[in-house]
């Protein structure tokens, strides 16, 4: 499939502990795109990173990039219980195409 | 703020109604897109957009078309609504960058439709 594995489906964590993420693909990358999605709402940008990036930071956000084991991972630092949602790795490929995974549902529990 | 609009939270219709969903940015994006979501799917793109008057299909246009007469507002057209249409759909922009089409995307909240 084009829109690639997000793993783990769903994850339970307590509120202070780190969260992380993965995202696998199967076709080559222009860029990767974090998105977070609270209950029923539209989507936000997270972060991009690059084909040719390995690591970005955003504040508790960090995301890296492994285009040799086509995988990306967000790491969430010492989370918050607004941190609660769903989040999906989007693909640009060189198409210019942009594929959305199914997303992993995050529940940070206070 | 960067602001994408949509003309409803939810909606209700009844099969073979014809749909409007609304669309409005504020950012001046020349790109706009319309994607449906449903559980364990994620988001599939059904439209977009990348300047006024034009329009290419996504990945799952059937059942649907699209309309764009200004550059801040995008319209999605399901012409003769059926049950499997309910679902979720999200509009989003971006800015055209030195030939990419998608870069970061802001998306609207959200209209969620029920076809019954």
């Known amino acids: 499939s084009q829109q690639g594995e997000e793993d783990p489906q769903a994850l339970s964590i307590q509120e202070g502990e780190n969260a992380t993420m993965n995202c696998s693909y199967k076709t080559s990358i222009n860029n990767l795109q974090w998105y977070r999605q609270n209950s029923g709402r539209g989507l936000v940008h997270l972060i991009l990173i690059r084909s040719n990036e390995r690591e970005k930071h955003s504040g508790r956000l960090r995301v890296t990039l492994d285009t040799s084991k086509k995988s990306s991972s967000l790491l969430i630092t010492a989370s918050r219980a607004a941190d609660t949602a769903s989040y999906f790795c989007?693909?640009?490929?060189?198409?210019?195409?942009?594929?959305f995974g199914t997303g992993t549902r995050l529940t940070v529990i206070p | 703020d960067v602001k994408v609009t949509q003309s409803s939270r939810y909606l209700v219709k009844r099969t073979g109604e014809k749909v409007f969903l609304e669309c409005v940015q504020d950012m001046d994006h020349e790109n706009m897109f319309w994607y449906r979501q449903d559980p364990g799917l994620g988001l599939r793109l059904i439209y977009f957009?990348?300047?006024?008057?034009?329009?290419e299909k996504g990945d799952i246009p059937e059942g649907y078309s699209v309309s764009r007469e200004k550059k801040e507002r995008f319209s999605l057209i399901l012409e003769s609504a059926s049950t499997n249409q309910t679902s979720m759909y999200l509009c989003?922009?971006?800015?055209?960058?030195?030939?990419?089409?998608?870069?970061?995307?802001?998306f609207g909240p959200g209209t969620r439709l029920t076809v019954l």
């Open positions: 957009s990348y300047d006024v008057k034009m329009k």
């Open positions: 989003a922009s971006s800015l055209w960058t030195s030939g990419v089409r998608y870069n970061e995307q802001f």
């Open positions: 989007a693909r640009l490929t060189g198409a210019n195409n942009l594929f």
